[in-house]
């Protein structure tokens, strides 16, 4: 079993910044990766970007290049999205995930552990 607890969501201006935290707790956390999801009002969730606690590779989505970062602490067990730029369209409930780490990043159904979510407002 993989616990996962989110914080930092909040309500921000277009063009400003939030880091959003994702502490993971449980015996075998290291043979997971780590994934952010967003779900947006109407929307189906989609996959924002992705670390492994090993060697730290990442990935994201497109709309989110260049403007979000993946990092992680294993000391903490803990990865971070730090987001810059915010525009109202990535307004949405942000998920901290986990994922066998062998299994695809970008497959929502690879991810079996989930956070409870933390809300991400961005007005305009």
């Known amino acids: 079993q993989v616990q996962l607890v989110e914080s930092g969501g909040g309500l921000v201006q277009a063009g400003g910044s939030l880091r959003l935290s994702c502490t993971a707790s449980?015996?075998?956390?290291?043979?997971?990766?780590m994934g952010w999801f967003r779900q947006a009002p109407g929307k189906d969730r989609e996959f924002v970007a992705t670390?492994?606690?090993?060697?730290?590779?990442?990935y994201y989505t497109d709309s989110v290049k260049g403007r979000f970062a993946i990092s992680r602490d294993n000391a903490k067990n803990t990865v971070y999205l730090q987001m810059n730029s915010l525009k109202p369209e990535d307004t949405a409930v942000y998920y901290c995930?986990?994922?066998?780490?062998?299994?695809?990043?970008?497959?929502?159904?690879?991810?079996?552990?989930w956070g409870q979510g933390t809300q991400v407002t961005v007005s305009s």
């Open positions: 449980g015996r075998t956390v290291s043979n997971y990766a």
């Open positions: 670390i492994t606690w090993s060697d730290g590779s990442t």
């Open positions: 995930a986990a994922r066998p780490r062998t299994f695809t990043y970008g497959r929502l159904e690879n991810y079996n552990y």
